[in-house]
């Protein structure tokens, strides 16, 4: 195996470990305030999603792979774990500086960058087509999420709110699975040379998205719990079964987007409904400059790592 190829799996490992420090718990903080879903049973029922959603569909990995730049090209693997070292470095340094981001936003730039930067085709349609798509995904889940929380306070029961925390979490696991996951796969398709999803692929990339999940959710948790609103059980299931809708819908046009981003926009439009005043909008407005800043910094950074590395490999 080529040492290109070697380094690229090791990458799309350390990434899918990553992404479940980064999605894993925030897919299961909007539900921890209602006792009925235990998190070792959350992280099961997700895990499950992630491992044999792609079996069934897989048409936003095929969108990283394919639409948004060329990597079967020669040099391809390479760019692509620039791409991934971006991303990982951009979403590192604003986690550190207390401003959580979306992990899907700085691949899509990564990749961008990383692609250009190498001389790859690229499509700047695309790339456009999934930033509206990553823009609009949040709007839609506050939008209906303001609706949800209406329905459920004035429709639904204490026992009623379980039962739809039930269909509003797997709605959203399922979400995540058919779209946000997907950028697991796809290094690995391109690491390994692989076009559809092969079960030991997509078992492996939710293992490893478990180790992850499980060392992430304490603080993913803290941060779209209790950072973002004065959150209360209804809130969290109204932003579960609006986010699942808005993603679902978004990978069935093969968009990828930030589910992470969509579970926010849910929170936030539930709390408004309720009144502004249980929005915390300082901590919305760390969160929405992080995002802002996530795709032109990770496309930046890997287009100069790009550069830097065919220069120096031309130079040898």
């Known amino acids: 195996m080529p040492l290109d190829t070697v380094v690229l799996v090791v990458v799309a490992g350390l990434f899918a470990i990553v992404s479940g420090v980064n999605d894993g ?25 992630v491992a044999f959603v792609p079996l ?28 991934v070292i971006a991303a990982l470095a951009v979403v590192g340094t604003l986690s550190a500086k207390g401003r959580p981001t979306s992990l899907t936003l700085a691949v899509v730039g990564g990749m961008t960058g990383a692609g250009l930067g190498w001389g790859l085709p690229t499509s700047p349609g695309w790339v456009a087509l999934v930033l509206a798509f990553g823009v609009a ?26 039962r739809w925390h039930w269909a509003g979490f797997l709605l959203q696991t399922f979400a995540y699975a058919s779209n ?14 692989f076009s559809g999803a092969p079960p030991a692929y997509t078992v492996a990339v939710a293992a ?8 992430g959710l304490p603080k993913a948790g803290r941060t779209l719990g209790r950072q ?9 299931v109204a932003a579960e079964l609006a986010a699942g809708a808005a993603v679902i819908a978004c990978a069935a046009v093969g968009m ?8 926010a926009g849910g929170l936030i439009g539930a709390g408004v409904a309720q009144g502004g005043g249980r929005v915390r909008w300082y901590a919305t407005g760390k969160i929405v400059s992080a995002w802002m800043l996530t795709l032109p910094a990770s496309g930046l950074l890997g287009w100069c790592l790009a550069l830097l590395v065919k220069g120096l490999g031309e130079l040898s």
């Open 256 to 263: 990828p987007v930030s589910m992470t981003q969509a579970i």
């Open 180 to 193: 946000d996951a997907q950028k697991m796969l796809a290094v690995f398709m391109i690491a390994v040379g």
């Open 137 to 162: 995904a949040p709007f839609a889940g506050g939008l209906l999420a303001w609706v949800l929380i209406r329905v459920l306070v004035a429709t639904t029961t204490a026992r009623g709110l379980w």
């Open 56 to 83: 069934l569909t897989h048409q936003v990995a095929l969108t990283f792979v394919t639409r948004l730049a060329s990597f079967d090209e020669p040099g391809g693997p390479i760019a692509m774990t620039l791409a």
């Open 208 to 215: 490893l998205f478990a180790l992850g999940t499980l060392y």
């Open 25 to 49: 718990g925030a897919l299961l903080a909007t539900g921890l305030k209602l006792p009925v879903l235990r998190p070792i049973t959350g992280i099961l029922v997700l895990v499950a999603m």
């Open 228 to 236: 973002l609103i004065a959150s209360r059980p209804p809130h969290g």
